[in-house]
Structures are given as structure tokens and as C-alpha cells.
């Protein structure tokens, strides 16, 4: 079935197409915006832990939820498995409107400078495909400005001493500091440390017609039972369905890019909610379905005249998968350090994202988000501490309001091997070949991630802790949360997927709005990044004269 065609399909109701749409359809442009999850209420996933988006015991609350949407990962032994998004090795995300923004931790922060300039600061470390980005911190520093300004970002301009420049302060003062902020604050200056608050995409004050934070202990993995967190699902996606000229379709599964006789994109074809195959015809088509599912679906898009997918003339498509490589520390304090205040997450560092001796970047250092029981139970132990029995139960009474932990995003080094591609043989419910991820972390990973470790537990030390424990990351290729990468910006297709306006290289009217275009991912939650290039992609979209006149 087709449909009458638009100016521009969307693929993807996340933390970039939502802003894309909204963006366009201001400008009057017809838009389409696909997801292939659906609209979500707070009462429908409410505060239940066990479904949380990060407690995926019971099922993942934001989707995907089903063996529909099968995977194929690569065990410890070399061997392809399939894999549903109720396992790890799934690498979930949230498939949701709002995509991610709805459940994430809303930390809103700007790359620094040199998170640009990774290649030209570091050199690239053997075995890897570090480079720097075409474009710098000078150019993304108006549409962070957008972004802080346009969602709402709450913060301190001044406050992180190592921060890039600012045009103007946050539209919003930060949250105020909690009681492991206000512990954590005095002994990270005692070290010669610069701690500060996080910024946070999370009103601390009324804005926009939206409330402020009611400092729920329920915020990461959770929907904002009052929308105070900025997620795109009620910021952008409201005001492009304002216009009249948006409309979001739920429930779609996008099986490829459409291309014309001369290669170029001419709209998607997808499979509605009730799995009949429709085809969307648009002048402009963009791509925001995540780092995994971005690639998917361009290398499953082949045609003669792009014989290996979309923008993989010279296979970087799906290349380059990655995230972070949590690392930090878990201390135990003699007095209750807790106080259930949310979002926890209140204060952070960045002495620590460059200029380390030996070490490839870094990572900011922050306290973490409020631990619910359940999530609790798994943290660090003591070495041979059960985690079950009345001994796993007296360890959970004891020390559950007398712990803290802090953890960074260590700054990944990019491989070539580390990957999505599609499998030969496994496909999901729809017929479509379904990705496999493939891929380890490259050594300087493990090191930096080590250092930071160290770093987080000095700090806990200063702080008071009686006993700390040391988190380290894995060997395995980060595929997950703050995914990025597989198709990223160069300045020529030889060198990866996308130009510097995040278009597809041979494909003029193509262009993708995810953390796929990174470059590297900074030592920092990617949102806000994505976010800025989404604003910066939109204004590049409009000025590249697809459309040749205002609808």
C-alpha cells in the first residue's frame, strides 16, 4: 500500500527525531514521524522496579518487549546466538516515543573541546580507528545552546572549570545538592579536585508549562510522573503535532530506505501495527532509530546501485559500535549518607576527562542515581558475600542508607571490529534479517577505566568511606545505552557514513539524527550531543533546498 508522499519521513520518536520533527513541521514542512513503540502514559509502568528500564526482571517497561524483535549476539566461545530483548546481550534500549529521553537520567552535558579533537590530542592508539571530528566544539556550541534553551536544561554556567565556552547561563539554576552532594562537595576539593553540579535536563523550577522536579527517588529507568525531566515526548513531539503539520505513527517497524533510479532516497517502506507493508513516499528522509537499528537498517537497504547498503561504499556502516566503559567505586559509610532525596545524582567532576598521564581521555566522575532495592541487591559486595539468605538480607538492611557510589563513562577508544551486521540467517517476526553485534573493548579502554576506577575511590575515601570497592568495565563491546558510532561524520566517505551536516555520503536526501554519527562519545552521557547535531541537522536540511517552497 502506498501512501501519498511528504516532505519528510522520520524514522525514529527519540532524543533526535523528535527535535528533527519539530523543526521541520515549524518551518511547515509536511512530516512523518515513525516509531516502533508506542505512546506511554506514567500509569502504565508507574514505579514498578522490576520493569524499570534499567531491573528488566519482569520485562523491559519501554520496550521492546517480545520475541518479535530478535537479536544474534557472539558468546565467549566464538558462536552466533539468538538473543531477546529480555537479555543483557541484547543491548536494549527504550523503543518507546520519546525513545530514551522518557526513562533516561537527564544528565544534559556538552562535550568539552578536545572530546572533538580526540585523534590530534591522543594520536591513534594501535588497533584502533580513532579520528577527529570534522566539526568542533565552536560549531555545536549554538545548538547546545538551543537544546539547553528549547528542552530545558537546568545548571551553573562557570561552575565546571574545564567546560568549553558558553554563549549564555542555563535557562534554569541547578538542583540543589542532596545530602551525598553536600558530603561529596567539601572532599572533592580537599583532593584538589573542582566538583560542581551536574547539569540536568530536569526543570528545577516551572517551565514551559511543564512542572518542577519533585525530587522522586524514581527518575532513572522510570517515566516522570510529573514530566519535570525534559524528555522529547513532551517537549518537541507536542509542539511539531502543534503545528498540524506532524503526524506520529506508532507501532511501525521500518523494513528499508526506498531509493529512485539514481539512488537517491524516495521515502521507506514499513509494516504497520497490524503487519500490513506500507510504503511512504518523501522528499527527505531521516534516520534516528538508534546506533544498532540506524545500521541495520542501511545495510539492509541494498540495491544495485548501492550493492552493500546505504553509505557503505567503503564499509563503515555499523563499524565503530560504541558506548562506555562504566567505571568507578562503591563506599560504605559509618553514618547514613542517604536521604532518598531523587534524582540523586547531584554532583560531578571533570578534573579527570584529559590530560591523564598514559591514559587515552577520560571521564567525568559523578555520584550516582538512587539505587531501588532490587538494583541495590546486585551492586559490589565484599568479596564472597552471598546474595541470598538472611545474611544477603542483613547486609541489604545494614548498609543500604550507608553506601554511596560514583561512577564515570570512560571516553571509548573506536575499533573497526567492533560491529552491527546482518545476519545471514536469523530474521525477525517480520521477515526482516535481523543485526548481529559482534566486538570487544580495546585495551586502552580496560586502562583508562582502571585509573578511573582509582580516581572514584579517592574521592569516596576524602568523603569518609570505611570500606571501598572498585567497579571496573568488561572486556565486551559496549552496544547498550549511550550506543554511537556506526555510521559516523568524516569529511569524506572513506572515512565513514555521514558528512559534516550528517548526511549520507552518495545519498543526497538521506541524513541520520542519532548517536550513530559520533565520531568518539566524550567521557559524558551522549544526549545533549545528539541532541545539538539534531537542531544543527534540521537547519541543514532546510537550507539544502529539497523542498522549493514553504508548504
Request: hydrophobic share 35%; net charge positive.
Amino acid at each position: 500500500m502506498a501512501l501519498d508522499p511528504v516532505e519528510v519521513v522520520i524514522v525514529g520518536a527519540g532524543g533526535g527525531g523528535g527535535i528533527v520533527a519539530q523543526e521541520l513541521a515549524q518551518a511547515g514542512w509536511r512530516v512523518v514521524l515513525l516509531e516502533r513503540g508506542r505512546q506511554q502514559a506514567f500509569a502504565e509502568t508507574g514505579h514498578y522496579e522490576l520493569r524499570s528500564q534499567r531491573t528488566t526482571v519482569l520485562g523491559n517497561a519501554f520496550g521492546p518487549d517480545d520475541a518479535r524483535h530478535v537479536r544474534v549476539r557472539q558468546n565467549e566461545r566464538g558462536e552466533w546466538v539468538k538473543v531477546l530483548p529480555s537479555e543483557g546481550a541484547y543491548n536494549n534500549i527504550a523503543a518507546v516515543v520519546g525513545g530514551g529521553t522518557l526513562s533516561y537520567g537527564a544528565m544534559a552535558w556538552r562535550f568539552l573541546p578536545k572530546d572533538f579533537q580526540m585523534r590530534s590530542t591522543y594520536g591513534a592508539p594501535a588497533g584502533s580507528t580513532l579520528e577527529d571530528w570534522p566539526i568542533s566544539y565552536p560549531d555545536l556550541a549554538p545548538y547546545y545552546e538551543q537544546a539547553e534553551w528549547d528542552l530545558g536544561v537546568s545548571g551553573k554556567s562557570g561552575s565546571n572549570p574545564f567546560d568549553g565556552p558558553r554563549g549564555k547561563d542555563y535557562p534554569m539554576p541547578p538542583l540543589p545538592f542532596n545530602k551525598e552532594a553536600s558530603i561529596l562537595a567539601p572532599a572533592g576539593r580537599k583532593i584538589g579536585m573542582h566538583p560542581f553540579p551536574i547539569p540536568m535536563a530536569i526543570n528545577s523550577k516551572p517551565y514551559q508549562g511543564r512542572g518542577a522536579c519533585i525530587q522522586c527517588p524514581h527518575c532513572v529507568g522510570f517515566r516522570c510522573e510529573v514530566d519535570a525531566k525534559s524528555s522529547t515526548a513532551v517537549t518537541v513531539i507536542p509542539r511539531a503535532l502543534a503545528t498540524g503539520y506532524c503526524e506520529v505513527r506508532t507501532e511501525c517497524v521500518v523494513k528499508t530506505v526506498l531509493t529512485d533510479a539514481k539512488g537517491q532516497a524516495r521515502g521507506v517502506e514499513y509494516f504497520d501495527r497490524d503487519g500490513k507493508l506500507v510504503e511512504q513516499g518523501a522528499k527527505v528522509v531521516v534516520v534516528a532509530a538508534s546506533a544498532t537499528e540506524t545500521a541495520r537498517l542501511l545495510l539492509n537497504s541494498k540495491t544495485k546501485l548501492h550493492p552493500n547498503g546505504l553509505g557503505n561504499r567503503y564499509d563503515w556502516v555499523g563499524r565503530n559500535l560504541q558506548g562506555h566503559a562504566y567505571s568507578g567505586a562503591f563506599g560504605l559509610f559509618e553514618g547514613e549518607v542517604w536521604d532518598g532525596v531523587g534524582p540523586a545524582a547531584r554532583i560531578a567532576a571533570c578534573d579527570f576527562n584529559h590530560g591523564n598521564e598514559g591514559i587515552v581521555g577520560g571521564s567525568m566522575l559523578a555520584n550516582e542515581f538512587i539505587r531501588m532495592p532490587y538494583l541495590f541487591a546486585r551492586s559490589v559486595r565484599p568479596p564472597g558475600a552471598p546474595r541470598w539468605g538472611k545474611v544477603h538480607k542483613d547486609w541489604q538492611r545494614s548498609w543500604y542508607k550507608r553506601s554511596m557510589g560514583i561512577k564515570g563513562p570512560v571516553q571509548e577508544v573506536p575499533r573497526w571490529e567492533n560491529r552491527v551486521e546482518i545476519d545471514p540467517v536469523q530474521k525477525d517476526h517480520w521477515g526482516i534479517p535481523a543485526l548481529r553485534i559482534s566486538g570487544k573493548r580495546h585495551e586502552s579502554d580496560l586502562k583508562t577505566g582502571r585509573f578511573i576506577a582509582t580516581k572514584a575511590a579517592e574521592w569516596l575515601r576524602a568523603a569518609g568511606a570505611l570500606e571501598v570497592f572498585l567497579t571496573t568495565p568488561g572486556s565486551g563491546v559496549s552496544g547498550g545505552q549511550h550506543q554511537a558510532g556506526t555510521a559516523r561524520m568524516a569529511k569524506d566517505s572513506k572515512l565513514g557514513v555521514v558528512d559534516k551536516d550528517c548526511r549520507v555520503f552518495g545519498v543526497e536526501n538521506l541524513y541520520i539524527a542519532d548517536g550513530s554519527v559520533h565520531v568518539t562519545n566524550g567521557g559524558f552521557n551522549p544526549s545533549l550531543t545528539l541532541q545539538a547535531l539534531a537542531y544543527r541537522t534540521s537547519q541543514r536540511i532546510l537550507k539544502a533546498g529539497h523542498v522549493g517552497r514553504r508548504i
